[in-house]
């Protein structure tokens, strides 16, 4: 072979091995295309693709009807109980807890491989007639034990609870709402966070409340700076839900994105928690979920009823779906947003990689010795026949407290069923309950309290307090 035609030979090979790169790089991109180009079908499907949900409100009495079912069936990957979990219907009688209609509606999401997410544990409305007519430590201790019984009994179903709703004020002020809850004491959101989290370690904690979605009134700025408060005390807290019920009074604001991140960036997960809209606004419906999916710590939208016939505010037809179950223009362009979504590479709650990183030794936990300070113990109880609530404050001495432990006798006879925001170490006798990972550290003179419920006599118990 001569040298001119070995050099032609190699050029030609040359052009075959572009040619061949080329093709194999249009059918690399056909491959992305073609994920674009099969695009999802439903909004649960194309929500899932970008690492979130889409949910709906469901009502436990509609389960029964095929036409509401197929599409709840078909379209949604996340429902929250309408108000089956309410307070009103888990605990119509003090004690006496009814969990029928949440737990149908917990089965049908479970058997069509949905999410719930748990709406409300503790709401200055519905209420049930018992609890409305309570006040003081009285109040204070039924509506811990209410949040303790029933994420207690979810534990392990729902990914996240509204623990608190609706807790401030409309208006200019920024103030917290009045209600028999606030009137407890202005702690008694956390208590509520704190109680929730012992129940359920591995839910999702979220405030939740409406009027919150314009970054610029005064009660978005209010529940900003209880988040950040939070974030700043160590209160578990974990997202933060915008009702979002938008309407012609309450439009979309234009700054709705940077709500949504402004939330985000003091590190907890934003979910849109009731969306519904006036008229069914197709460009707002649009707007809110590009605006979801601009932010990588929006993890989900829930509408709020399915047709327009299931919401709450029919006459505004504000839904995605007409009472005959058919496909709204909203829908349309709610699907359109999605599918246009980028498909991240990088997990869009955590921001971290989807492939684990490398394993790594953490360095070493020095904790200081427990200062001469010590601490005190205080109980407080609250008591019906065959039964107590137990509310122990731990008090910091002047060194502050890396931990602590009480111990306390309980009386002959009683026994503890249940305990929140501590470990303890038995039920009945001499029990020590220790901090938990989020309550150990007080500065000197800070105080903590957690709580145990009881069968029997809990009278004359006496805490002493060390700290650890
Ligand atoms: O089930 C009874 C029925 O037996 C009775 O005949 C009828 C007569 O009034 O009432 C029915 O109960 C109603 C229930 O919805 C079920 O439809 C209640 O009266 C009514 O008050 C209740 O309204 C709910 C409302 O919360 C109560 O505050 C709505 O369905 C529910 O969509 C709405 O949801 C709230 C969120 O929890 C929090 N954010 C605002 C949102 C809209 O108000």
Redesign the pocket.
């Known amino acids: 072979m001569t040298k001119q035609l070995r050099r032609r030979k190699a050029r030609i090979a040359a052009i075959w091995s572009g040619v061949l790169a080329g093709v194999a790089a249009a059918a690399a991109m056909t491959t992305v295309m073609a994920g674009s180009a099969t695009a999802a079908t439903t909004l649960g499907a194309s929500a899932a693709e970008r690492g979130r949900y889409f949910g709906t ?1 469901v ?1 436990a009495n509609k389960l029964s009807e095929s036409a509401y079912t197929t599409i709840l069936n078909r379209e949604f990957n996340s429902v929250t109980p ?2 089956e979990m ?1 307070i009103d219907a888990t605990e119509p009688n003090q004690n006496q807890f009814n969990y029928a209609n949440a737990d149908r509606i917990v089965q049908h999401a479970r058997s069509q491989g949905m999410q719930v997410r748990g ?2 544990l503790a709401w200055h ?2 209420q049930p007639g018992w609890m409305q007519n309570m006040s003081g430590t009285a109040l204070r201790n039924a509506m811990l034990n209410h949040v303790t019984q029933v994420a207690t009994h979810f534990r392990g179903q729902v990914v996240a609870w509204d623990v608190v ?2 807790a401030f004020a409309d208006g200019s002020s920024g103030a917290r709402r009045d209600s028999n809850l606030q009137r407890t004491g202005n702690d008694w959101i956390e208590a509520a966070f704190r109680a929730a989290r012992a129940a359920d370690p591995n839910a999702k904690l979220c405030y939740n409340d ?1 009027n919150t979605d314009d970054w610029t009134h005064a009660k978005t700025q209010a529940v900003y700076r209880m988040v950040q408060d939070f974030k700043q005390r160590g209160v578990p807290i974990d997202c933060v839900g915008l ?1 979002s ?1 938008i309407n012609n009074q309450s439009p979309y604001p234009s700054n709705y994105r940077t709500t949504l991140s402004s939330f985000a960036a003091l590190g907890v997960d934003v979910q849109i928690t ?1 969306l519904d809209i006036e008229g069914a606004n197709a460009t707002w419906y649009r707007n809110v979920v590009n605006d979801c999916l601009a932010v990588p710590r929006c993890n989900g939208i829930t509408v ?1 009823g399915i047709r327009d016939s299931d919401s ?1 505010r029919a006459s505004q037809t504000p839904l995605l779906f007409t009472g005959a179950g058919a496909k709204k223009p909203a829908y349309d362009a709610v699907l359109q947003a999605l599918n246009n979504g980028v498909i991240p590479t990088t997990s869009p709650t955590t921001g971290q990689p989807t492939t684990p990183p490398p394993v790594t030794t953490p360095p070493p936990v020095t904790t200081p010795p427990p200062g001469p300070g010590g601490c005190t113990a205080t109980v407080s109880l609250q008591s019906w026949t065959g039964g107590f609530v137990a509310t122990v404050r731990v008090t910091a001495g002047s060194s502050g407290t890396n931990g602590w432990r009480v111990t306390m006798t309980l009386p002959s006879g009683a026994t503890i069923t249940n305990a929140w925001n501590t470990t303890r170490s038995g039920n009945t006798g001499t029990v020590n309950f220790t901090n938990v990972a989020y309550n150990g550290r007080l500065t000197a003179g800070q105080t903590t309290e957690f709580g145990f419920q009881g069968n029997g006599v809990g009278t004359g118990m006496t805490p002493t307090c060390t700290a650890t």
């Open positions: 409100a009502a309408e108000n309410k709406h409300t409305s519905q709703n609706e409406y009702q019920h009731e709020w709450w």
